[in-house]
Structure formats: structure tokens, C-alpha cells
């Protein structure tokens, strides 16, 4: 049964947590208990909870020198798109075994798609983009599934803003949304299946392909440049789910 946290603990977890996944702390970067604490205006305790929280969840690493942002290396980002490609192609199996989405579930799918389609800027898109895939694993009903698609997407997200280097990277993955989105209104398995497995290999092609460039850090800053403006205001706040096992 996992522990209860204290609402400054789930403050603090929910604001480094959206600084990390903006790139305003970007990988490698140091996370100061000290900094925190003054932008915060809580004792560090709580933030030091958070942070322990976010070690679990692979995007803090601890060392005796302190904590630090994990890196995005190419293995991990390999091994993150192998487990989402799974996760969803099971989430679609199962919820067309169970007879396809709901009239409420269409609807509101329908929704974070128009949301989606609509979001031509970079902070917008990947917030929508973030929530379709949610609904992708959430409407099967495998409470494991969205636990596991849960830590693997919060760790993807970041690495979403290297996807900004890419011209046209955001309106390619629009057509695949698009096409994933018709197959599941259709209530098509084997269409939705193939779908989010062309989205998700075209995914991790890319970013082989920022990766593997030789210019590495030049992809990171021009990242940290792209995501390190504060998120949108007006985007919904969504409720995190946490799960007990």
C-alpha cells in the first residue's frame, strides 16, 4: 500500500516534476533542495520527499555528490518506446475485446483529438498529445496497464522537445494521431494496432535520428530553448493518479 503524502510533499512533486518535463530543469542539470526551497516557500522536507518520489519514477538520480536531472540517453529512450508500443497495443486489444470505447469514452476522446488537431504550438500539443494517449490506456480498464503507461510516458514527455528540432516532426504525428483516433471510433483492433505501432516507430525513428546526429548538444540546447517557457496557463490541471499495488 503506498504511503500517504502530505499535500506540501504533492505540491512539490507536482511543480519539479512539470519543470523537469518543460526542460526548465533540463537533464544533467542539478536539483537543489536549497533553490527549491526558496521558490517554494516550504521546508525541505517535503521537497526532499519529492524528490525521492521522483527518483523512484527514473527522473531524478541521487548520488553522495546530491540529485541531479536524469540524462535522455538512446537505450533508455529504446526501451521507453518498446514498453509504450506494448502497453497501448495490449490497451487496444483489450478494450476492442471488451466491445470498443463507450458512447462517453468516443466523446470524449473525440474531445482531446479536436483539442489536439487545434494545438499548433509546440507547449499546447504535447500537453494533448500527452492526454490522447492517456485515454488510450485508461479506457481498457486495466487499472496495471495505466500505472506502467503512467511512468513511461512522464518519463517520454521531456524528450518530446527534441522532437522541436525536427520541421514538420508535429504535423506528421497529427496524421497518426488522426489515423489512430478514426481506427478506434470505427472500433477497429486491427487498424488501431496497426496505427499506434506506425506512430511509435516513427516515433523512436526520430529520435534515433536526433540522437545518434553527432550533435548532441546542440539538440539539447536548442531543446531547453523550446521548452523552458512556462507552461500555457489556461491548459487544464490535470489530477495525477496514484496507484497502489
Not at 32 to 38: F, N
Not at 103 to 122: G, H, S
Request: contains cysteine; hydrophobic residues 35%.
Amino acid at each position: 500500500m503506498a504511503r500517504k503524502k502530505g499535500p506540501q510533499t504533492q505540491q512539490a512533486y507536482t511543480y519539479i516534476k512539470q519543470k523537469i518535463q518543460n526542460f526548465q530543469l533540463p537533464p544533467g542539470m542539478a536539483v537543489s533542495d536549497y533553490t527549491l526551497e526558496q521558490e517554494l516557500k516550504m521546508s525541505r522536507s517535503p521537497i526532499r520527499e519529492a524528490i525521492m518520489r521522483l527518483s523512484a519514477e527514473g527522473l531524478i538520480e541521487s548520488t553522495g555528490k546530491g540529485a541531479h536531472v536524469t540524462d535522455i540517453t538512446l537505450r533508455d529512450i529504446i526501451e521507453i518506446c518498446q514498453v509504450r508500443r506494448a502497453v497501448e497495443v495490449a490497451a487496444v486489444q483489450i478494450l476492442m475485446e471488451n466491445g470498443g470505447p463507450s458512447p462517453e469514452q468516443k466523446e470524449r476522446l473525440t474531445d482531446c483529438f479536436q483539442n489536439l488537431r487545434e494545438a499548433t504550438e509546440p507547449v499546447r500539443n504535447y500537453y494533448y498529445d500527452d492526454q490522447f494517449h492517456d485515454l488510450i490506456t485508461t479506457m481498457c480498464g486495466n487499472q496495471r496497464l495505466v500505472h506502467i503507461s503512467n511512468q513511461m510516458r512522464a518519463q517520454i514527455y521531456r524528450a518530446r522537445w527534441l522532437n522541436c528540432i525536427l520541421p514538420g516532426r508535429m504535423s506528421e504525428a497529427q496524421t497518426e494521431h488522426a489515423a489512430i483516433y478514426q481506427a478506434l471510433m470505427d472500433n477497429d483492433l486491427e487498424g488501431g494496432v496497426r496505427q499506434i505501432q506506425i506512430h511509435l516507430d516513427q516515433s523512436e525513428q526520430n529520435f534515433r535520428k536526433i540522437l545518434t546526429s553527432g550533435n548532441y548538444h546542440a539538440h539539447m540546447a536548442a531543446a531547453v530553448r523550446f521548452g523552458g517557457s512556462p507552461v500555457t496557463a489556461d491548459l487544464p490541471v490535470e489530477q495525477e493518479k496514484d496507484l497502489a499495488f
